[in-house]
């Protein structure tokens, strides 16, 4: 079985928010005017700074943050209505048809990778043309994946589950299983990334590109003492 | 022959009682068809300040409808005969307390119009599902009671729902605790200490809301009640608040002195912080000056000294559930940096909902005690 996961190098990473971006058209996230409130932007994999010390011995670390995809999910866990689930592959996904918009998953979330949709999502008139029409259809007739989203339900990254399912079913058709190099760039965000920071594949496979960089002694995961085992594996800034 | 209070005999300020709570309920609704077209970002939340006002007010009226049914209880369980005038009110505000509790998380929701998928798909694992099977079927032994206590008077059936009620009440407010407790992210809730605090925050506001409403009663509606026995009432608050400051304390101390970061942060940010003072005041206003009051035996049996404490303690304990949500969320996650640590002010939509559930309970224990008779018993 493939158990995705991603590899994301801080040495490499010029923070340049690239894969943000990347994610925010891929995945059809709502615009924010420069009037909304900070606090209700959308970006699935937003670049975050940690901050230690205190001036003048500071010193800042980004870190680019999609969705940790964790072993143990705390928000699977507390969804009253099984809205939020874990995929066969790993892949933590959330239906949009069956969310109720409480919003307890996001409180669980040590990592704030979830966003609610305070309103109805907007873009700007023309960006409105060049949306995603792209599905994913792991589990239907729910919405899920980069579909637009109805106003109230709570979303997040999905690993560009549409990518994979796509790249799925050519290699089927092939008869064949994926290769590592097919699938190493395959999210949004890592096609995007400028500096070859993020890597995605197979963690199971012992010789997959993620496998061998996550056995690296640089390798850390954020939060590791909560035990929800993220799949999102960082290397450290040397 | 006992002159009983209807609608017959009502007064002007009734009706101007009765209207005005109509007017706030109508705004409340209002305030909610516009939230429901708009989104909530009417409300002044954010992807930070994820629950706010909504949420405490639920927890708010979970504690209130949880204390009254032991009152009631312990006249069929310990045999306290001397609770029996305070019976059928105590019923009356519990139920009308859990009923509100079990609506008011609705206009939380995101989508309110979906609330059947909870039943449709609950999951088990879910605080919350464990939380609204726990306050549906406290309501439902509630009205039961509630029923077999003044429309059907039935002692027998009394006597068997009484301790059902009773372990309910308790599993209402454990599992409360639990939603917040439960939650490792967040390192202010996260402590076995947040159901024992909900439980003694329900004792206090529950018993002060039925004191309040006692007095009030006794005043406006003409209901006949001893006031020695509201005062024995408040006896058992003065003893509860002390418990629920030592609960509190005992959270404080095991952050500080253990000096974990992640709680310390959260702890120095409640009580020096942008809500140190409504954090302090609702410590000395909404704990200790009710306490002093109650405890006292001169104070505790006069009619002034009983309305200030336990409106006190009833406002208070908004206050400590508001308190204990939205800081909570406040606080930073160690990892993220300033900007997502944005500020929580409730919007005009927020209050007036809030305010429209605060006046629904009103406007429903005005009808209750009409329609019910609670107050046969009164002077002639």
């Known amino acids: 079985m493939v158990r995705w996961g991603m590899v994301i190098d801080l040495d490499k990473c010029v923070a340049c928010q690239a894969c943000t971006i990347a994610c925010k058209s891929e995945n059809n996230q709502p615009f924010s005017a420069k009037s909304d409130p900070e606090s209700r932007r959308f970006a699935w994999t937003d670049v975050i700074s940690m901050i230690e010390g205190r001036y003048p011995n500071v010193r800042v670390t980004m870190i680019p943050r999609p ?67 792209d599905k994913a259809s792991l589990r239907p007739p729910g919405r899920q994946g980069p579909e637009v989203r109805p106003v109230g339900v709570v979303e997040k990254c999905t690993f560009c589950i549409h990518r994979i399912e796509k790249l799925t079913a050519i290699a089927k058709e092939q008869n064949r299983l994926l290769k590592d190099e097919e699938v190493k760039f395959l999210t949004a965000c890592n096609e995007a990334c400028p500096s070859r920071a993020r890597f995605f594949g197979d963690l199971d496979n012992p010789n997959s590109t993620v496998s061998k960089l996550a056995s690296s002694p640089r ?14 594996i960082y290397l450290a800034q040397g | 022959m006992a002159k009983t209070c209807t609608l017959k005999n009502a007064t002007t300020m009734f009706w101007v009682w009765v209207s005005s709570l109509l007017i706030i309920v109508a705004m409340g609704g209002y305030a909610w068809t516009v939230q429901f077209t708009r989104g909530l970002a009417v409300t002044g939340m954010g992807n930070t300040v994820i629950w706010a006002l909504y949420i405490a007010n639920y927890t708010f009226f979970i504690g209130l409808g949880g204390a009254g049914i032991l009152i009631s209880s312990a006249i069929y369980i310990f045999d306290v005969k001397r609770f ?9 505000v519990s139920m009308i307390c859990t009923l509100l509790a079990a609506t008011s998380i609705l206009p939380d929701l995101g989508r309110p119009d979906r609330i059947a998928h909870v039943f449709l798909y609950g999951m088990l694992q879910s605080p919350f599902i464990w939380d609204l099977t726990t306050i549906l079927s406290y309501l439902i032994v509630c009205t039961v009671y509630l029923w077999f206590s003044t429309i059907r008077p039935s002692h027998k059936a009394v006597k068997v729902i009484a301790p059902i009620a009773v372990v309910l009440s308790v599993a209402d407010q454990s599992v409360a605790g639990w939603i917040f407790g439960l939650v490792k992210s967040r390192p202010f809730w996260h402590s076995p ?21 006692s007095v009030l009663s006794s005043r406006f509606l003409r209901a006949n009640i001893d006031q020695q026995i509201v005062s024995d009432v408040a006896k058992i608050v003065a003893i509860v608040i002390p418990i629920d400051l030592f609960l509190l304390f005992n959270e404080f101390l095991t952050a500080a002195y253990a000096n974990v970061p992640e709680r310390v942060s959260a702890w120095s940010f409640v009580t020096t912080g942008s809500y140190g003072p409504l954090f302090w005041g609702t410590i000395v206003c909404g704990s200790l000056i009710p306490f002093f009051v109650l405890a006292s035996p001169r104070t505790r049996v006069t009619t002034v000294g009983l309305t200030i404490a336990s409106f006190l303690v009833v ?3 908004f206050a400590r559930r508001f308190l204990m949500i939205v800081p909570g969320l406040l606080n930073e996650l160690p990892y993220l940096d300033e900007r997502y640590i944005g500020a929580y002010s409730p919007t005009w939509v927020e ?22 008779r609670i107050f046969q018993w009164e002077r002639t």
């Open chain 2, 193 to 213: 200490l947040v159901a024992p605090i909900f439980a003694s925050l329900a004792l206090t506001s529950g018993l002060s809301l039925l004191i309040l409403v």
């Open chain 1, 67 to 133: 969705c940790m995809h964790c072993e143990n999910p705390p928000c699977v866990k507390v969804c009253p209505v099984g809205a939020t689930y874990m995929n066969e592959e790993g892949i933590v996904m959330q239906d949009y048809d069956r969310c109720i918009g409480c919003r307890y998953c996001m409180v669980a979330c040590p990592y704030a990778a979830r966003y609610f949709n305070w309103e109805e999502p907007k873009w700007p008139e023309p960006m409105t043309q060049y949306l995603n029409p």
């Open chain 2, 315 to 317: 406002v208070g304990a």
């Open chain 1, 219 to 232: 390798a850390f995961r954020l939060k590791e003492d909560l035990g929800t085992r993220p799949k999102v």
């Open chain 2, 84 to 92: 029996e005038p305070l019976a059928k009110i105590a019923l009356l």
């Open chain 2, 351 to 372: 209050l007036t909902i809030v305010a429209g559930f605060l006046a629904l309970a009103a406007l429903l224990y005005t009808a209750g005690v009409k329609i019910l």
